[in-house]
């Protein structure tokens, strides 16, 4: 019984055991480089940086994906490694020298990550292979011994990444973009099929359309792996994320049209139509981003989308009869829901490596895909240059950090000064709160550990013995320590390192106090790093971003009203703004979720916040499409009714940034309304109307309607 109960646990802690087999390969590659290096060949260098090459390839890399692309990864890695470690080796000869490359390589290694989000799981131990070469003694002639170790290690890693029991693979981003575009397709069948069919239960409340909604909210990053997530500023994972959002926007277009359903239904009418169309082709665009699958064919929808827009009448019949406002909007949120899906089409086609042609580059969504990676990684890391970039903080604060450890290491001239870094390294957070939080287990396993290490050092004295337990010392270290929790890891990584120095250099009990004096020493700095530089983290970053955010989206809608009124250009300039300001939201929203937060401030959820802003940019440029600059001009009537929704539209955005920035609640938001009760409201004037001016001017009000909408899901 204790021994299942045992298991139980393990499994809860460990599922699938992914900890202990990463545990084991590290074990198994960290014992053969050091015996090898330090035994075999009789190299403490090559043994001393062969084993901290294999920690840092197999523990402190967070490396994303299947086995064979961490391998890979870490192979591609190695010209950078051996740059830092020849960087540090030939900086060594001056503490200040040191301090200086410290500061510039902290700061550049941390910031590549802006780029590549997956290039954070590198950042750690690239930085552990600088500190590691830059102290002394200065010995630029052992460089050779110092790349071989490391070579070897980061070789071996690579190998048992993939032969030794390899880590189960989770169900990667694309394989959940094709299980959600079923879950939508399917979906989008009974919507079309409650258009016709009086028998079929409505669209909007089936269990079909709750498994959508469950396999698209799977779609969210957050929870998604972080090494799995589509976060690159690169075109493939650029448009998986357009993906999730065309998806999304669908499912809400759906819903807009179960609203409106007819008291009766209608003969095959055009929106059911688009509505199966665009069900068999979101089902073959998310099979198309399985590896071997051609891209959907969109002929069959665009000839569809054709056809809706030139049916699209005013009057259907005898010119007498009054308006089918009804008809109105179940057309426009059909061509609005079959525009979406024409979006997931195209960036599932992106997705896999082709490039948009001229038909598929409506505006600006696409343009991105005609550059090349490093001009779209260029733009990233310009946009991030700001002073509320939350990853600026956090990488400037680090490399300030490390850069005055190494300063206190070598005018203190401890043995082993690098121990003070990797302690920085290891208690420095993103906030002064988390940092604290990191500051006890930390000190306090250090403490044990080197209490330990202590006594075992009086107690023995013959290198072979601690030879004999380095395995076992390693396991406990990795594997069990981890899943102990970090009080243990500090501690059992301490009783390591005493094992480990025990062979190279012997020095008795002393070992450990100096271990533990270099810990409280990186502790320290790192503790001050934390409470002197952005030490609210990046939540205060992120109740800064947002209000600037949501002015930009009230601007922007109304911009967009203005052009299509005639009053005004296209909003380009206002919709690049929101762009620009959407880079670094979503930064200091992806680092907030890593944070402890008050629980003393006003609780927003920034879900809501975030997706009633990124509604605008993509349904202005769809809307756009289809309703240029103009088309309303001349209609004083339809220009009075958007211009009041889009000032109550502005307001509320105001007054939800204002209580996102002064920490109170927000105000109560304007009830959205269906495309019926705001059509109504001029419903007189429709018959002697332009039926292309109608058209836009209900597309116009969908759109308006669903900003409404998302809005009033941010006050729930």
């Known amino acids: 019984m204790r021994g299942t109960s045992a298991l139980g646990r393990l499994r809860q802690r460990d599922p699938e055991y992914a900890i202990l ?41 967070q490396l994303p994906g299947p086995a064979p692309q961490r391998a890979r990864i870490l192979v591609l890695a190695l010209p950078a490694v051996w740059a830092l470690i020849a960087a540090g080796a030939l900086l060594a000869w001056s503490t200040w020298a040191a301090a200086g490359g410290m500061l510039v390589i902290g700061f550049v290694v941390a910031f590549a990550g802006v780029g590549n989000p997956r290039l954070v799981g590198l950042a750690s131990a690239f930085q552990l292979f600088y500190i590691l070469a830059s102290f002394p003694p200065y010995q630029p002639g052992s460089l050779p011994q110092r790349l071989g170790g490391v070579t070897l290690a980061i070789a071996l890693v690579a190998v048992a990444e993939v032969v030794l029991w390899p880590d189960p693979v989770p169900v990667s981003y694309r394989r959940r973009l094709a299980e959600a575009s079923d879950g939508v397709g399917a979906y989008l069948h009974d919507a079309a099929a409650a258009l016709t069919d009086p028998h079929t239960a409505p669209g909007g409340r089936g269990p079909r359309r709750q498994r959508a909604y469950d396999l698209v909210a799977a779609l969210d990053l957050t ?7 589509p976060t690159a500023a690169g ?6 994320r357009i993906c999730a959002a065309a998806l999304h926007q669908a499912l809400a277009e759906a819903d807009r049209l179960a609203a409106d359903l007819p008291p009766r239904p209608l003969p095959d009418p055009a929106a059911a139509r688009l509505l199966r169309l665009g069900a068999e082709t979101t089902r073959a665009a998310g099979h198309s981003l399985s590896a071997g699958t051609p891209p959907a064919d969109l002929g069959a929808l665009d000839a569809a989308i054709r056809r809706a827009e030139a049916s699209y009448r005013v009057v259907a019949g005898d010119p007498r009869d009054p308006p ?7 057309d426009a949120t059909a061509l609005a829901l079959a525009d979406q899906v024409r979006i997931f089409a195209v960036a599932a086609r992106v997705a896999t490596g082709a490039r948009p042609d001229g038909t598929d580059a409506g505006g600006g969504l696409f343009e991105y895909a005609r550059h090349r990676p490093w001009t779209l990684y260029w733009r990233q890391y310009r946009a991030h240059v700001a002073p509320r970039s ?6 400037l604060r680090l490399a300030v950090a490390l850069a005055v450890a190494r300063v206190a290491a070598g005018v203190l001239q401890l043995t082993h000064g690098f121990w003070v870094l990797l302690a920085t390294l290891t208690v420095l957070r993103t906030s002064a709160a988390d940092t604290r939080t990191a500051l006890r287990p930390a000190v306090l396993g250090t403490v044990a550990g080197a209490i330990v290490s202590g006594v075992v050092m009086l107690a023995v004295d013959q290198p072979v013995v601690y030879a004999v337990v380095l395995p076992v010392t390693l396991m406990l270290a990795f594997g069990v320590g981890r899943l102990l929790g970090p009080v243990w890891q500090q501690a059992l990584f301490t009783v390591l390192l005493t094992v480990v120095f025990a062979q190279l250099n012997p020095e008795g009990w002393r070992l450990a106090e100096a271990r533990l004096v270099d810990v409280l020493f990186g502790a320290v700095i790192g503790v001050l790093a934390g409470v002197a530089i952005w030490p609210r983290g990046a939540g205060h970053d992120l109740r800064h971003n947002a209000p600037r955010y949501l002015a930009a989206n009230a601007d922007a809608v109304e911009r967009t009203v203005q052009a299509v009124l005639g009053d005004a250009p296209a909003p380009q300039r206002a919709l690049a703004r929101v762009r620009r300001r959407m880079v670094l939201i979503d930064s200091s929203y992806c680092q907030y979720h890593s944070e402890r937060h008050d629980p003393r401030r006003q609780q927003v959820d920034w879900d809501a916040v975030l997706s009633a802003g990124h509604h605008v940019v993509a349904g202005a440029e769809s809307l756009l499409r289809r309703n240029p600059p103009g088309c309303l001009a001349g209609w004083p009537e339809a220009a009075a009714l958007l211009r009041d929704t889009a000032g109550r539209l502005r307001s509320a955005y105001d007054d939800l940034a204002d209580a996102v920035a002064h920490d109170r609640a927000a105000g109560p938001f304007p009830a959205p309304t269906t495309c019926v009760e705001e059509v109504d409201r001029i419903r007189p004037l429709l018959g002697g109307a332009d ?3 109608v058209r836009h001017l209900v597309e116009v009000d969908r759109w308006l309607a669903g900003l409404a909408a998302a809005l009033a899901r941010t006050h729930t």
């Open 324 to 330: 089918d406002v009804a008809r109105f909007c179940r």
């Open 21 to 61: 087999r990463r545990a084991a390969r590290l074990t198994f590659v960290a014992s053969v480089v050091f015996y090898v290096g330090r035994y075999g060949l009789g190299s403490t260098t090559l043994a001393t940086y062969g084993l901290f090459g294999t920690i840092a390839a197999g523990a402190f890399a």
């Open 223 to 229: 929870r998604t792996p972080s090494g799995w997530s």
């Open 691 to 693: 039926p292309r001016a």
């Open 235 to 240: 075109a493939r994972d650029r448009s998986l």
């Open 390 to 395: 939350a990853h600026l903080h956090s990488s």
